[in-house]
């Protein structure tokens, strides 16, 4: 990186940049901090002052194969020689259909597969709600406290992480109800965290099918795989599989969302595959095409064939090039990333545990590959919330040349791209310590 850690950031012009955004863009977008981006190769970015930066975001969990991939920049500017849009809903093209194809490859269970393809996780989450409906002909969904599934009015009524994402909009859809999701750290009131899924599970039989919403009636069940916006939490083992055969039992579909944790980015294609589960259904976008518009929806066929044609369909969902450069992504992803995900993920967890020997601030480490989250403290014994030292550490982090984001209220998250390598790792992991020691001593 330049040696510019001398002068604050964000520099003059990035300043300006920002004034201006100000004066244009919605106020309901969220920035962490005035990050003006000039340029970015690999994980490292540039702003438009020259300040270089080491990316721990990926763009949130998009830039799976790093910015500007040489492979995935051939693969866009080729197609984009040839043909840059036809509404794959309307018409043919060989892209959409080879990157079909690779998906119901690729996505848990032997059994045959469709996709529909769309333009952000929202609207697959949103094609998700409406195929769950149309094949079940129920109108319920249950989803989860902490769950995050989009901004869209129904994605939306699936979503309980945070009250400003609802506030202003209700009415909402009104047949959604939430279970509370397993969290090992933090269990229901004197609970182990073995029995908080005995506990979530006995809540949907014996609280919402007898006092709320008939279980017969309920059209799908909606779950993260490792919940992403509500703090990275990565539920106990046998969660998932014991969800599923409940979900199984009362005849509810499972969507397994995996828009924040698909792709490669916990060691495994899919997060599901680590709990050895098959969805009925599988949302999907982020880290599909490596930062160009594109999610997906990914059901059992004998699912997708209840539907008819016009039932539903979009305008820009599987655009030739960004089916091009998701393909390009698998390709990636499936000869070393992965694998690179698992390996140097592994290694940044162990390193944050010994971190944590060390570090009073750190209440708990957790992850799989590449999906890192280190929930913030100032009291181990009473897990008091470090909502304000977690936004401190993002901040200095900034200041020191590392990109990093929160989730929930009190965990910071890491979520590089897949290339990383373990010397960067360690350079960030430095900075992020750095960062974390000041903090602690500024509170001392």
Known sequence: MKSKTSKKRPGPKAQSWVKRDHQVISKSVTRAYPLVVDSAKGCRMTDVDGFEYLDFTSGIAVTATGHCHPKVVKAICDQAKKLIHMSGTDFYYASEARLGEALCRLAPGRMKK??????????????????ARYATKRPYFIAFSGAFHGRTLGALSLTASKTRHKKGFAPLLPAVIHAPYPDPYRPPAGLTADQAVDFTLDWIQNTAFKNLIPGEEVAAIFVEAIQGEGGYILPPKDFLKRLSRLARSYGILLVVDEVQSGMGRTGKMFASEHFNIVPDIMTLAKGIASGLPLGAMVAKSKLMDTWESGAHANTFGGNPIACE???????????????????????MLRRLEEMKEHHRLIG???????????????????????????????QACFQKGLLILSCGQNTIR??????????????????FETALTEVEHRIS
């Open 414 to 431: 890491f979520m590089p791209p897949l290339i990383l390598t373990q010397k960067e790792a360690d350079q960030g992991l430095d900075i």
């Open 364 to 394: 708990d480490v957790r992850g799989l590959g590449m999906m890192i989250g280190i929930e913030l403290v100032k009291n181990r014994e009473h897990k008091t919330r470090a909502i304000e030292e977690c936004n401190q550490i993002i």
């Open 325 to 347: 450069s998701a393909l390009a992504t698998l390709e990636l992803l499936e000869n070393g990333l992965m694998q690179n995900a698992e390996t140097t993920g592994s290694y």
């Open 114 to 131: 469709k996709a529909f393809f769309t333009n952000s996780g929202a609207e697959s989450v949103e094609a998700a709600m409406k195929l």
